[in-house]
C-alpha cells in the first residue's frame, strides 16, 4: 500500500508561484510513474502533468504547458508540481497519483493509476 499525502497548496494572486510536494509513505516513489491531477468545483477531474521512472518522460496538458514544471526528488522520496504565472482558472485541487511500478511512463488517464493522495487546495484570485 502506498500513501500520498500532498502539501503546498494556498490562496495566491494571479501571475503568483506555488511549489506543490507529494509525499510517500513506506514505499520508494522512484520506481512508479506519478501524475498530477486537478479537479475544480462541478467539474472533472483533469490530467495536470505526469513524469515517467527516474525522472524522465514529462508530459504537461497543453493548459498548463510553460507554465508548470513536474519532477522528482528519488532521494526524498518526493515528487513536485512547481506552478509559475498562476490563473483564476488554475483554482482547483490539486492531486498526485502513483501508478505500478510495472509501468514507465506517466498517463494522462487516471484509470492508470494506483494510488492517490487527499489533495491540496489551490486558489487563485483575479
Known amino acids: 500500500q502506498v500513501q500520498l499525502v500532498e502539501s503546498g497548496g494556498g490562496l495566491v494572486q494571479a501571475g503568483d508561484s506555488l511549489r506543490l510536494s507529494c509525499a510517500a509513505s513506506?514505499?520508494?516513489?522512484?520506481?512508479?510513474?506519478m501524475g498530477w491531477f486537478r479537479q475544480a468545483p462541478g467539474k472533472e477531474r483533469e490530467f495536470v502533468a505526469g513524469?515517467?521512472?527516474?525522472?524522465?518522460?514529462?508530459t504537461y496538458a497543453d493548459s498548463v504547458k510553460a507554465r508548470f514544471t513536474i519532477s522528482r526528488d528519488i532521494a526524498n522520496n518526493m515528487v513536485s508540481l512547481q506552478m509559475n504565472g498562476l490563473k483564476p482558472e488554475d483554482t482547483a485541487v490539486y492531486y498526485c497519483?502513483?501508478?505500478?511500478?510495472?509501468?514507465?511512463?506517466?498517463?494522462?488517464?487516471?484509470?492508470?493509476?494506483?494510488?492517490w493522495g487527499q489533495g491540496t487546495q489551490v486558489t487563485v484570485s483575479s
Open positions: 497519483a502513483a501508478r505500478s511500478p510495472r509501468d514507465v511512463f506517466g498517463s494522462s488517464d487516471s484509470d492508470d493509476y494506483d494510488y
Open positions: 513506506r514505499r520508494a516513489l522512484g520506481n512508479r510513474p
Open positions: 513524469i515517467g521512472t527516474r525522472g524522465g518522460s514529462a
